[in-house]
T-cell receptor, first 116, second 115 residues
């Protein structure tokens, strides 16, 4: 079964420092991978997605992620974080439901705390 | 319009109450989803509707009853809930194209508290 593992439950970082949030996936077939952000008391917003093609994916708010097939990883990075990036970040893998849409299976989430 | 709307934003109910959550989208999507997110946990799929028919029920207790009256609306009827059902309920929608990755668009959620 397809799944994702987020290796860090919380990541504290100072403002303007770089950050990496780690995600590993488990799948024997081609994968579609996503990073979502959830601000307190809000729904989920798509940051970026990997479907195929270039392994470096750029998303919104200055985030990017690199798909690494050999390491089965899809880590999220930002070169310089802001206080406003404080949120919970979820890595997710799509499981196709063949004609019924698709199902997202989420990792446990990583809380990014940006300190001034 | 790429928005999924959910009402109400917050709901407090007793264990004997009957209430409903509503979700609406006007993107022409033919798949709609209910996810449940407990505090400090990731969202978990509850139901999938495809072309207004229930296609997936992830072993959800019968006190949760979904309904899809048309292609734009998705309801979740609640009855005899337990305090452990308190959670954020997220609705999402997507296309159902076999050749597409079918991005899911999420609503802001309904924060449910069962007393």
């Amino acid at each position: 079964a397809q799944s994702v593992t987020q290796l860090d439950s919380q990541v504290p970082v100072f403002e303007e420092a770089p950050v990496e949030l780690r995600c590993n996936y488990s799948s024997s077939v081609s994968v579609y991978l996503f990073w979502y952000v959830q601000y307190p008391n809000q729904g989920l917003q798509l940051l970026l997605k990997y479907l195929s093609g270039s392994t470096l994916v750029k998303g919104i708010n200055g985030f990017e992620a690199e798909f690494n097939k050999s390491q089965t990883s899809f880590h999220l990075r930002k070169p310089s974080v802001h206080i406003s990036d404080t949120a919970e970040y979820f890595c997710a893998v799509r499981v196709a439901l063949f004609g019924y849409g698709n199902k997202l299976v989420f990792g446990a989430g990583t809380i990014l705390r940006v300190k001034s | 319009d790429t928005e999924v709307t959910q009402t109400p934003k917050h709901l407090v109910m007793g264990m004997t109450n009957k209430k409903s959550l509503k979700c609406e989208q006007h993107m022409g999507h033919r798949a709609m989803y209910w996810y449940k997110q407990k505090a400090k946990k990731p969202p978990e799929l509850m139901f999938v509707y495809s072309y207004e028919k229930l296609s997936i029920n992830e072993s959800v207790p019968s006190r949760f009853s979904p309904e899809c009256p048309n292609s734009s609306l998705l309801n979740l009827h609640l009855h005899a809930l337990q305090p452990e059902d308190s959670a954020l309920y997220l609705c999402a929608s997507s296309q159902v194209d076999a050749g597409s990755y079918n991005e899911q668009f999420f609503g802001p959620g309904t924060r449910l508290t069962v007393l």
